[in-house]
């Protein structure tokens, strides 16, 4: 048990003195400590080097103290386990040259043993596991098989991921397949994360709001259940749909301990579309961190009142920004502290 269990209260739905805080992508491109180590080593290079990963997993938290740590890693790992080539190319995000656009690329695509394929990911976490000195529990995470598929059929980055959803809705059976490889591999890796010391896991679902309300429960709802359905016994599960507002009241039926909000739902309607009872997680716009930190903190506490301090954790809508100055990031932080003593 963590010292600091107030993460762990708040996913259990227990009475706490103030909610927990951390941010989606705290370990990132904001950080000056994080860049120093990026011009020395590629992306794919300090996910598997475990002494890495860890310090960088470390480096949010040393300065600005939140109540959880999420590895250092990325979703993309596991298509790279399962034979597919992922690139990460500076200033251009994820490539995947051989994406899969037909059966025969399904074909192609394994499922591994991931006690091989990502060993390196097990050895970040008993490393960070080391640094952390049961201070606060660790976050391990992967992406919905939805959002995976994303990249791997589209290749890249996209606003719409059309040739991902072209390749859905023409070839439904080569996708499903597709989907449930993915999702084996997911519960797999999942599983040995929790069994290698992770506390928590989150499904990021980043691509959950490109499909209609009934699309989404077929090609992303079935298999994040699945996925919750494995570990919910294991270790709390937390899901992230962004842009997936409309699925609250299934997800809130689907055995997660939390559901990850975007700010483009209100703490009311979230709340009411879940069903008033499960903890909540976020939804802090990104780009208001570039607020003067005194209306940060304002907003802050605003934020708190309106989900009420118990069963939620507060978190960003979405990943902190790149452009986002220090102190900023740690007026979020401090204010979410000084609640509500100074209100
Ligand atoms: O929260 C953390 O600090 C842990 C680390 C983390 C990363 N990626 C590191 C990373 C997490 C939780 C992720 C998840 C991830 N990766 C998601 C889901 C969350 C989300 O933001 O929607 C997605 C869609 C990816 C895929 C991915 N990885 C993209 C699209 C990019 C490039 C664009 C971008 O935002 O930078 C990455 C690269 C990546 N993953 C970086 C980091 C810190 C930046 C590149 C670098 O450091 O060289």
Request: proline content about 6%; aromatic content about 10%; overall charge neutral.
């Amino acid at each position: 048990m963590p010292k600091n269990d107030l993460f762990l209260k708040a996913l259990r739905g227990e009475t706490v003195e103030r909610p927990p805080v951390w941010m989606m992508r705290q370990a990132g491109r904001y950080l000056p400590e994080f860049i120093a180590i990026r011009e020395k080593y590629d992306f794919f290079t300090r996910c598997r080097i475990a002494e890495l990963a860890s310090e960088i997993t470390m480096q949010p938290i040393r300065r600005y103290g939140m109540d959880a740590a999420i590895l250092f890693s990325d979703i993309l790992v596991i298509p790279q386990a399962m034979n597919i080539e992922v690139e990460m190319k500076p200033n251009f995000g994820p490539y995947l040259p051989n994406p899969v656009r037909d059966q025969k690329g399904v074909d192609r695509v394994v499922v591994p043993d991931v006690s091989i394929e990502l060993d390196y990911v097990m050895k970040a976490i008993q490393a960070t596991k080391e640094l952390l000195n049961d201070d606060i529990p660790l976050i391990g995470f992967a992406g919905s098989p939805w959002t995976i598929l994303c990249y791997v059929v589209q290749g890249q980055g996209s606003k719409t991921f059309d040739q991902a959803k072209g390749f859905c809705f023409s070839n439904p059976a080569a996708a499903h397949e597709l989907l449930q490889k993915i999702t084996d591999t997911t519960i797999a890796y999942l599983k040995a994360k929790v069994a290698h010391g992770v506390d928590v896991v989150q499904i990021f679902d980043s691509w959950g709001g490109l499909l209609s309300p009934e699309d989404y429960q077929e090609f992303s709802m079935n298999y994040t259940q699945q996925i919750v359905n494995a570990l919910k016994d294991m270790a709390p599960v937390i899901i992230f749909g962004k842009g997936c507002w409309f699925a609250l009241s299934d997800m809130a039926k689907s055995g997660a301990s939390a559901l990850g909000v975007d700010w483009t739902c209100s703490a009311r309607n979230a709340r009411y579309l879940s069903g008033g009872q499960i903890t909540l997680q976020g939804n802090f716009d990104p780009s208001r961190l570039l607020s003067p930190p005194k209306l940060i903190k304002k907003m802050v506490h605003n934020m708190i009142d309106a989900f009420g301090k118990d069963r939620y954790i507060v978190n960003l809508g979405h990943g902190i920004l790149p452009n986002i100055p220090l102190d900023h990031a740690q007026a979020f932080i401090d204010a979410v502290k000084s609640y509500p003593h100074e209100k």
